[in-house]
């Protein structure tokens, strides 16, 4: 048990069928999984569930297909298993048809159902298919932390009907972030990028009486800035939420950037302070010596939390200030938490991953637990025992 939530240890699945709920929302390159580190993550859950289970089911989703009832060979998880299959050298049975009905009694030990947000009920948390897929096992297992915060058939729902747990996966984000958040070792330094304030203001208002620092960036800084009198061009901003970030910016706990790249009118890109930024300027990442300041805060913390890119990490001219961060982080002594697609993808490319304290696979509910001590997948399980 983990605050309340069965564990694998609290279930005895030998001989049983499970159903198993992972995030593999992976990244793809030329038609391949590129970066297999949510795949590599689950690998401990699903041997343990393999030497014990009779079968095992396995659901997920990749992207968000807009149209449901039918297969979209972009989003479809057929290479996944393929990559999946590789790495387990055994072979997984795919299930690529979207009626139920039809999946087979008699099928391999592991199977994958097709990119389950194809299927006709899924995101709406439809109750007769939450009970279509309880029927296909004995025992729900529940080890997508990046999704836990949707309340979905394959997160929530199913949950309602079989005998549920989470996974190793999910135990390890638990305790994680459970330690960083209830018993952290002070001083500690938020960091929180991202395009949105809008998406962000109530987790850095919860950070903010956690923190000792908040540095912010991205986007979420043009409109902090802005706020403040600040020009800041045409660079990507949310003026609906200017009263609230200017709320945000009387906390003397936040950090905003002072310098940045910018790219001027005539495409080139220069670096410039705050005070120099033209209205034809568009920002797009913080500079290198906008890190550089930080660097006394970041030699004297004991703990490091972060979520969200510093400036548009898509192009590489504008994910050094991203990249940078990463590398003086791996080089502190705090024990460092980070979480969220991209900045995983900064700490990979560098290398780095294995000097953070840990790496949470999870972007939005790695936020919203943060914010408010639970999820909605998560507190369904807790009725469960």
Not at 71 to 96: G, M, Q, R, T
Not at 108 to 119: A, Y
Not at 344 to 370: C, H, M, P, R, W
Request: hydrophobic residues 35%.
């Amino acid at each position: 048990m983990i605050n309340g939530i069965p564990t694998l240890d609290d279930l005895d699945l030998q001989g049983k069928r499970v159903l198993v709920r992972f995030d593999y929302n992976v990244k793809y390159l030329n038609g391949k999984v590129s970066d297999d580190e949510r795949i590599l993550r689950t690998l401990p859950t699903l041997t343990h569930i393999v030497s014990k289970a009779s079968s095992v089911i396995i659901l997920s989703h990749l992207g968000r297909p807009e149209k449901v009832g039918e297969i979209d060979k972009n989003f479809s998880l057929k290479k996944v298993a393929e990559h999946l299959s590789n790495l387990l050298s055994e072979e997984i049975y795919f299930y690529d048809d979207l009626n139920l009905d039809h999946f087979p009694d008699n099928q391999k030990k592991i199977s994958m159902l097709e990119n389950i947000r194809f299927f006709e009920g899924e995101t709406d948390n439809n109750e007769l298919f939450s009970k279509k897929l309880a029927q296909l096992a004995d025992v729900f297992v529940m080890d997508a932390f990046g999704s836990a915060h949707r309340s979905h058939c394959s997160t929530e729902g199913v949950s309602h009907f079989i005998d549920s747990c989470v996974g190793r996966l999910v135990e390890e984000e638990l305790n994680s972030l459970e330690g960083i958040l209830n018993n952290p070792v002070n001083p500690m330094l938020g960091i929180i990028g991202g395009s949105k304030i809008s998406t962000k203001i109530n987790i850095l208002e919860s950070l903010l009486e956690k923190v000792d620092w908040l540095f912010v960036g991205g986007g979420i800084a043009n409109t902090l800035h802005k706020s403040k009198g600040y020009e800041i061009g045409q660079s990507i901003v949310e003026n609906d939420f200017l009263e609230e970030a200017k709320d945000l910016s009387k906390n003397n706990k936040i950090i905003l950037p002072d310098n940045f790249l910018v790219e001027q009118k005539d495409k080139s890109i220069v670096e410039k302070t705050y005070e120099e930024i033209l209205p034809d300027d568009i920002i797009y990442d913080v500079s290198i010596n906008s890190i550089k300041n930080l660097n006394k805060i970041i030699s004297s913390c004991k703990t490091i939390l972060w979520n969200g890119p510093l400036g548009f990490f898509e192009r590489e001219e504008f994910s050094k200030g991203t990249l940078h961060l990463a590398k003086v982080i791996s080089e502190s002594d705090a024990y460092s938490v980070i979480g969220g697609g991209e900045t995983l993808t900064a700490f990979n490319q560098s290398n780095l991953l294995d000097k953070v304290g840990y790496a949470s696979t999870a972007g939005g509910a790695f936020l919203e637990y943060i914010e408010k001590g639970s999820l909605p997948s998560l507190d369904a399980l807790k009725e469960k025992l």
